[in-house]
């Protein structure tokens, strides 16, 4: 038999077997090696990612601020010792390693340390052209800070590792931002439903046959006093039938002591005018060129004024008396959501008037709901019919801004407070000095007016203007404010406690710089000697007890006047005497007491 082996029949050699191995060792070792570098990159960047939110918190931290200063001198050295709200944080306390809430140094985060600082540079514009440099010009915060926030971590991986960002912290001085300058206007934003007041002290004044109306939003303007600076804020709302919001407007105007400082030489203000496309006044800002001296806010009295101030000293060119300090007064009105300086306040109308006619729940039983609507259409006729007669009178700027007459006459058109209603007479100047209902509130309310432009009187028709007499008057700028906690009132208080049994009814005595302190009593001492009006101070603590123009007969007298008095040169909306010789407004009503 013939054994033969085929060649198809052999198999691997051990040489071919060494060499597949050797080929498939290397390349699991690349692979490994290959993860390996992936897992490292992965842990790297993992860090830097933690380091980089690190930043990012600090960033955030940094510019959380609320106030540009404040008068706790404490934070800038505890900031780090648990201070656990945002209102004593403020960005004159942002500094090398300090400022914010969260703290320098190590942060243990997963299981690694993250050392974090960061380093804070102060910028300041100056000069023509605004240059930003370190010097400091003489405002009272910095333009900007500069700010570095550096991240460093040891790892495994790696040591020595850094992540550091570079940002900017503004002060946002609205000269400052992109909006200092002339700014475009607005467009009319969405439709906000309005709720009115509804208040006794809140007079909607109608200014459209379709219904359309404007009141202030509060019964009484807030008020507040800082340091030597007054301020005065109070919004006016425009709303139609259907209550939408047709147009907001947010008012402040206050008083700032200011001292000497480097000149300023152009101011951004803003001003009302006629927009030809949307057919309706707006107001925009623009930039005026004078010098005005006085610039920096004197803090000299102790507690820290309004912020407002810094704008009002800076740009206010209302200096009101000689020296090297002074008061200033300053309107400001928000435009583009900013607060701009406006000119001053106008002054047209200021009449005193009891609460009582237009209020249905005062105290007269016999007042109406229905009543009231008649009084408060009465007195919303009485605010338009003043606004188009002051406009066709004094049909120029320069002849508006010369005049000085203020209207108190609408007692006569209210036929001085007297309703007749069927076979009940209802006078609201009447008093009894028996029962517990028998103190009433007199208000003093104030009509002011903007002159405004002339493109308000634009077609009627094709080739016919409207005129004053029938101009729409949501075209003119006009506002009609409460101001019984803002005037003065006599007779007062401390009358009977300097001895006398009724007031004398002379401002020169018993009204000076501010209003009386009630004795530092809430209380009137002399309770059964004499009728009087309340005519407390802005902070005795009586706002709730005794409010200011309320009128207390305690004495039965044929007749007892009630004088209020307000400074037209502090723009009516000051409660301070600025200077001496300042001109005044009076009006009163005479009441009837049994």
């Given at each position: 038999?013939?054994?033969?082996?085929?060649?198809?029949?052999?198999?691997?050699?051990?040489?071919?077997?060494?060499?597949?191995?050797?080929?498939?060792?290397?390349?699991?070792?690349?692979?490994?090696?290959?993860?390996?570098?992936?897992?490292?990159?992965?842990?790297?960047?993992?860090?830097?990612?933690?380091?980089?939110?690190?930043?990012?918190?600090?960033?955030?931290?940094?510019?959380?601020?609320?106030?540009?200063?404040?008068?706790?001198?404490?934070?800038?050295?505890?900031?780090?010792?648990?201070?656990?709200?945002?209102?004593?944080?403020?960005?004159?306390?942002?500094?090398?390693?300090?400022?914010?809430?969260?703290?320098?140094?190590?942060?243990?985060?997963?299981?690694?340390?993250?050392?974090?600082?960061?380093?804070?540079?102060?910028?300041?514009?100056?000069?023509?052209?605004?240059?930003?440099?370190?010097?400091?010009?003489?405002?009272?915060?910095?333009?900007?800070?500069?700010?570095?926030?550096?991240?460093?971590?040891?790892?495994?991986?790696?040591?020595?590792?850094?992540?550091?960002?570079?940002?900017?912290?503004?002060?946002?001085?609205?000269?400052?931002?992109?909006?200092?300058?002339?700014?475009?206007?607005?467009?009319?934003?969405?439709?906000?439903?309005?709720?009115?007041?509804?208040?006794?002290?809140?007079?909607?004044?109608?200014?459209?046959?379709?219904?359309?109306?404007?009141?202030?939003?509060?019964?009484?303007?807030?008020?507040?006093?800082?340091?030597?600076?007054?301020?005065?804020?109070?919004?006016?709302?425009?709303?139609?039938?259907?209550?939408?919001?047709?147009?907001?407007?947010?008012?402040?105007?206050?008083?700032?002591?200011?001292?000497?400082?480097?000149?300023?030489?152009?101011?951004?203000?803003?001003?009302?005018?006629?927009?030809?496309?949307?057919?309706?006044?707006?107001?925009?800002?623009?930039?005026?060129?004078?010098?005005?001296?006085?610039?920096?806010?004197?803090?000299?009295?102790?507690?820290?004024?309004?912020?407002?101030?810094?704008?009002?000293?800076?740009?206010?060119?209302?200096?009101?008396?000689?020296?090297?300090?002074?008061?200033?007064?300053?309107?400001?009105?928000?435009?583009?959501?900013?607060?701009?300086?406006?000119?001053?306040?106008?002054?047209?109308?200021?009449?005193?008037?009891?609460?009582?006619?237009?209020?249905?729940?005062?105290?007269?039983?016999?007042?109406?709901?229905?009543?009231?609507?008649?009084?408060?259409?009465?007195?919303?006729?009485?605010?338009?019919?003043?606004?188009?007669?002051?406009?066709?009178?004094?049909?120029?700027?320069?002849?508006?801004?010369?005049?000085?007459?203020?209207d108190s006459s609408f007692s006569t058109v209210a036929n001085?407070?007297?309703?007749?209603?069927?076979?009940?007479?209802?006078?609201?100047?009447?008093?009894?000095?028996?029962?517990?209902?028998?103190?009433?509130?007199?208000?003093?309310?104030?009509?002011?007016?903007?002159?405004?432009?002339?493109?308000?009187?634009?077609?009627?028709?094709?080739?016919?203007?409207?005129?004053?007499?029938?101009?729409?008057?949501?075209?003119?700028?006009?506002?009609?404010?409460?101001?019984?906690?803002?005037?003065?009132?006599?007779?007062?208080?401390?009358?009977?406690?300097?001895?006398?049994?009724?007031?004398?009814?002379?401002?020169?005595?018993?009204?000076?710089?501010?209003?009386?302190?009630?004795?530092?009593?809430?209380?009137?001492?002399?309770v059964t000697g004499r009728n009087f009006v309340s005519n407390?101070?802005?902070?005795?603590?009586?706002?709730?007890?005794?409010?200011?123009?309320?009128?207390?007969?305690?004495?039965?007298?044929?007749?007892?006047?009630?004088?209020?008095?307000?400074?037209?040169?502090?723009?009516?909306?000051?409660?301070?005497?600025?200077?001496?010789?300042?001109?005044?407004?009076?009006?009163?009503?005479?009441?009837?007491?049994?």
């Amino acid at each position: 038999m013939d054994h033969r082996t085929s060649t198809l029949q052999r198999g691997f050699s051990i040489i071919e077997i060494l060499l597949a191995t050797l080929i498939l060792g290397v390349g699991i070792l690349a692979v490994s090696k290959l993860q390996t570098e992936m897992l490292r990159g992965g842990a790297t960047a993992h860090q830097r990612s933690v380091a980089t939110n690190l930043i990012q918190q600090k960033t955030d931290d940094l510019r959380r601020f609320i106030h540009l200063t404040t008068s706790d001198a404490d934070v800038a050295d505890t900031w780090s010792a648990g201070i656990s709200s945002p209102v004593s944080l403020a960005f004159v306390h942002i500094a090398s390693n300090e400022g914010g809430l969260l703290d320098s140094g190590t942060h243990s985060i997963g299981n690694l340390n993250y050392d974090l600082s960061w380093k804070v540079n102060d910028y300041y514009f100056s000069g023509t052209d605004s240059t930003a440099s370190t010097t400091p010009n003489g405002d009272p915060y910095p333009s900007f800070k500069m700010v570095r926030i550096k991240v460093e971590w040891d790892s495994a991986e790696s040591a020595n590792n850094v992540v550091s960002f570079d940002s900017i912290i503004h002060a946002y001085a609205p000269s400052n931002t992109t909006l200092g300058g002339n700014t475009p206007t607005g467009n009319d934003g969405p439709v906000i439903p309005y709720d009115p007041q509804q208040q006794p002290d809140v007079v909607p004044i109608t200014i459209a046959v379709d219904g359309v109306k404007r009141e202030t939003s509060k019964p009484l303007p807030d008020l507040s006093k800082k340091g030597d600076s007054t301020l005065v804020k109070f919004e006016t709302v425009t709303y139609s039938q259907s209550l939408d919001t047709v147009k907001r407007e947010e008012f402040r105007t206050l008083a700032c002591f200011c001292k000497n400082g480097t000149n300023n030489s152009e101011q951004v203000y803003g001003y009302t005018t006629w927009d030809d496309t949307l057919e309706k006044i707006v107001d925009v800002t623009t930039t005026r060129t004078d010098t005005i001296s006085k610039t920096v806010v004197d803090n000299s009295g102790g507690e820290l004024q309004a912020d407002e101030c810094f704008i009002c000293c800076r740009d206010g060119d209302d200096v009101v008396s000689a020296g090297s300090t002074t008061f200033k007064v300053c309107r400001m009105k928000r435009v583009d959501g900013i607060l701009r300086l406006f000119d001053p306040w106008k002054m047209i109308g200021f009449n005193v008037i009891p609460a009582s006619y237009f209020n249905d729940s005062d105290g007269l039983a016999v007042m109406t709901t229905t009543q009231q609507a008649l009084n408060i259409a009465e007195y919303s006729a009485y605010v338009t019919s003043l606004v188009r007669g002051t406009l066709e009178t004094n049909n120029s700027p320069s002849a508006y801004n010369s005049l000085t007459t203020v209207d108190s006459s609408f007692s006569t058109v209210a036929n001085d407070f007297v309703n007749v209603i069927a076979s009940t007479t209802l006078d609201h100047k009447f008093y009894s000095s028996t029962g517990s209902a028998n103190a009433r509130q007199i208000q003093a309310r104030a009509i002011y007016l903007d002159y405004p432009p002339s493109g308000i009187f634009n077609e009627l028709s094709p080739g016919v203007n409207y005129s004053a007499t029938n101009v729409p008057l949501d075209r003119i700028p006009f506002y009609e404010v409460n101001m019984t906690e803002l005037a003065g009132w006599v007779p007062d208080v401390n009358v009977g406690n300097s001895g006398a049994t009724s007031g004398d009814l002379a401002f020169d005595a018993d009204y000076t710089d501010n209003h009386d302190d009630v004795n530092n009593s809430c209380v009137d001492d002399n309770v059964t000697g004499r009728n009087f009006v309340s005519n407390h101070a802005i902070e005795n603590g009586c706002e709730d007890q005794l409010s200011r123009g309320e009128f207390t007969p305690l004495v039965s007298t044929t007749t007892t006047s009630a004088q209020s008095r307000i400074f037209t040169n502090s723009d009516g909306v000051i409660d301070r005497n600025i200077n001496t010789g300042n001109p005044v407004v009076t009006d009163g009503i005479v009441l009837e007491v049994q």
